[in-house]
């Protein structure tokens, strides 16, 4: 598709409870991106893939925190055991090629707003 | 890492043009300075890059002075559907992770 969408919109969970968020890239998009959004204006990375590699993981916290991109199927961001401070929104972005200038950018989605009760 | 600073906010009227600076002091050679928007309850957009002078689109001008230690995005005839948070951002040119290091943004109201 012509542009990155990501399900659902809204999740809620109770504390200690799954979450699975899901994210479809723009077709021919070989880079992938998880950025979680806290606090009003604040982004922090979580993990990127070039296509089904982990790329950049260092923005994820290790132990309850997991993403894959496996082919033919949408890229996920798992979290087990969720706590009240993973309520954020979890943005995806693609881009065709590697960030770094030559007007490469990324395309966001608009996000999972995941609220942990 | 090049860390910017912009304001946390500004306010304008429909019709004004708006600038924007963003001051990146440790920006290294091979870096450009790219800008995206963000409207509530949406990702960000791309809005410009440049790497140095003046870069114009459709949308924004960007201003780099010859140091690069700064830049400014420029609005022309800000209309209420401006409004939004304005992120500055630099890009490693020669970087092999990829990965855009937000700040907090400019909130930029448009008020009719």
């Known amino acids: 598709g012509e542009e990155v969408a990501q399900t659902p919109k809204h999740l809620v969970r109770g504390e200690g409870q799954k979450a699975k968020l899901y994210c479809a890239p723009i077709?021919?998009?070989?880079?992938v991106f998880w950025y979680q959004q806290v606090l009003k204006n604040e982004f922090k990375f979580l993990i990127s893939?070039?296509?089904?590699?982990?790329?950049?993981e260092t923005g994820m916290p290790k132990e309850r925190f997991s993403a894959k991109c496996l082919p033919n199927s949408p890229c996920s961001l798992e979290i087990q055991a969720t706590k009240l401070e993973d309520s954020a929104v979890y943005f995806c972005?693609?881009?065709?090629?590697?960030?770094?200038?030559?007007?490469?950018?990324?395309?966001f989605g608009s996000g999972t707003q995941l609220s942990v009760l | 890492l090049a860390k910017t600073t912009q304001p946390i906010s500004m306010d304008s009227y429909e019709g004004q043009e708006v600038n924007i600076t963003c001051s990146h002091n440790?920006?290294?050679?091979?870096?450009?300075i790219t800008w995206y928007q963000q409207f509530p309850s949406q990702g960000p957009r791309f809005i410009i890059q440049?790497?140095?002078t003046k870069v114009t689109n459709e949308v924004a001008s960007l201003f780099i002075p010859a140091d690069r230690k700064s830049s400014t995005l420029s609005l022309p005839r800000v209309s209420l559907s401006d409004t939004a948070v304005y992120y500055c951002?630099?890009?490693?040119?020669?970087?092999?992770?990829?990965?855009?290091?937000f700040g907090q943004g400019t909130t930029l109201q448009v008020k009719p």
């Open positions: 951002l630099v890009e490693y040119g020669s970087s092999n992770t990829g990965k855009l290091i």
């Open positions: 972005a693609s881009s065709q090629f590697l960030i770094g200038g030559n007007d490469e950018k990324l395309f």
């Open positions: 077709k021919g998009h070989s880079y």
């Open positions: 440790n920006i290294a050679t091979n870096d450009y």
């Open positions: 440049g790497y140095k």
């Open positions: 893939f070039q296509n089904e590699n982990v790329f950049d």
